[in-house]
């Protein structure tokens, strides 16, 4: 089976200038096309070392995609690196010089003598036409392995991969196609779901099931392997229902939808409106709601009741709730919900109170220590959660956990 | 010479799925300590890989920083790949086993037994503390290269490098530093800041100062290499004077200040308070406000009025404005900051009345029309905006825009 290895080069990538984002986006690209990454190498600009992780990525791949160094400045070595490890010279490619000062001609500028070493290509190895910068790439092959190098400015490398690189992998790829696609589940941690699902995420099975997770949304991660986009996309389906059917209530979206999404859809389809009450999450609510596009035929609005007088005046709370259990609370935090509702005439009002930290916790009401009030016609409720991390998380936590309280109200 | 090395492991990094933002940090932070990292390896969730990589390292770096695979599931397996390499055994560590028990019990969530090869450790090598989650880190040493184990998910890395690598690699620091030092802008383009520093943005200069730009706030890097660690602090500060005077008030702040940070301190600076009326932004500036801790000591709150009908109802914003201007027209935004002022009794009222998109646009009122409002002792005024972009960017925009102009009545 085809594999590939990705070498990015430049010491702007081992230095903290630059975050890498090239390597997502071309293991991306190789996987659609059914060619699994074997491991990446992010090298200097140093001869010696560019050598020395193609050698690695030789063993383990017949595909080697290079990024970066193809510039026209002395820190700019692909070209020689790659000439060297396999054991050929440089040379003038007059084409490609003619090339490159018409690039410069069209533009109105002049070329300095730096640019003249990108016509230069290693003996047997071919130019990858550049549309948009002066870099011409470079195909290579070594024993049946093929080398690509591509230029590290992102516009230029995805432009070139696309015109030049793409359509020979292609080839490859045909006899196996990876396809992943992603469960969104909402409701306990990442330990709890892995052993709900067992011998279903055991290594080297396939469709291989992994799983990460940010701010409380544990995504599983269903990836096919298969020798057509068809029956990789079966076996995903059938593993589909088999974790919804396992994981049940938990799961509340596919690939990409966001909780606030989900719940966007289900009050449209139920025709019912929503109104929030936000103190710890400040505005969040409102915000990752408003987020979707046609929010407004669900959402009418929100307050953000950041002071005790605010939840007094605009959401009705009675004074004495608040000096008899705190604004933090779960009666407040029900008040406030009910205040919200009442005034703001929904369906359904969700509310926040807590203490987002990093001061303001006491042994009795720790720092994460969040209410989330609910109001519907079936009645209001309240939720106690403590969140940990920092005051980002535990805000955003609480946000989404009120919108996962919304979903469980229109379930039932 | 000290020199570093970086491993980052997970299949995830390998298809597409999440781009690795931890190597970059890392090597910053490095950089800044005057250690040059070598080679950063992106290894799969296979021991026999993560053990090549390590031996790959080992020959080029004295400090070895390896990122993800300490979570609790069967394709976690730094820890054994770790112990592969040292030639070690893995030991239970009941003192960790401990902690990670503690961290469940306070959480009132039971611990599932998967999470009990998080305290397991290589036998000779120590834990690192994690403050917000369960997996300890590792620290092992092998004939005077050291091997830190942090894990994959960025917050718990950061805070545990900090805590617990940072001081001990501090120690090895090099004869040359690299310092890096940020200025925050707001209220121009990037190229004509680039135009008003002209010649002191060359390549080559020392400090080298380059430009960054997301959702209107254009970043400027100062970089600065010298023996010390006070010299580099010395030129960052004379170029960071000389940037001023030529931006002056576009710039807002240094390193890592928000606008709302900003806005919030000068707020407490000068005793005032503020209140929201957002539209279009939905919560958003609350939310930015109160991303901040301490924040209830100026935000008083505010309403999200997404409907005609909660601008009417909550700011008294007249009817017949918004029939005569419709809902997205500057009287409406002066209306509704007025509104909130008053209801909110604060110093400083900020609106938001705009069209996101991606729908409802028209040709006089087209998608990223947003109008702004201001209300203050000072009186009252209306800012006409058309941002571009998506939706999430309009909105975005908006919200920084609105704080920026709070920013300037402040100034006033």
Known sequence: MTRACIVSIGNELLNGQTVDTNTAWLTGRLAEMGIPTAACYTMPDEIEEIVAALAQAEVRA?????????G??????????????????????????QKIEDFF?????????????????????????????????????????RFFCLPGVPSEMKKMFDLSVAAELQAFGSDQVVVSRKLRCFGTGESNIAQMLGDLMRRGRNPLINCTCGSGVITLHIVATAPSRAEAEGMIGQDRTRLCDILGDLVYGFDDQTLAEVVGQELIRQNKTLVTAESCTGGLIGKLITDIPHSSKFFKGGWVTYSNQAKIRDLSVPTGLIETHGAVSEPVAIAMAEGARKTGQA??????????????????????????????????????HVFSQDRATIRLRSALTALNHIRAVLRD
């Not at 026209?72 to 010089?97: N, Y």
């Not at 001609?105 to 550049?130: S, T, Y």
């Not at 009002?349 to 079936?378: C, D, R």
């Open 62 to 70: 017949d595909v080697i995609l290079i990024t970066g160094g193809l």
């Open 105 to 145: 001609r069209i533009r109105g500028r002049e070329m300095v003598a730096a640019n003249r070493v990108q016509a230069r290509l290693p003996v047997g190895a071919q130019a990858l036409e550049n549309q948009i910068g002066t870099a011409p790439g470079i195909r290579a092959e070594k024993k049946g392995t």
């Open 347 to 384: 369906d359904i009002a969700v509310s926040t109170t807590g203490i987002a930290g990093p001061e303001g916790g006491t042994e009795q009401k720790p720092v994460g220590l969040v209410y989330i009030g609910m109001a519907s016609a079936a009645g209001s409720g309240g939720f106690r």
């Open 72 to 97: 026209p400045t002395d820190d700019d070595l692909t070209r020689h690196a790659l000439a060297r490890f396999l054991g050929v010279e440089l040379e003038l490619r007059t084409d490609l010089l």
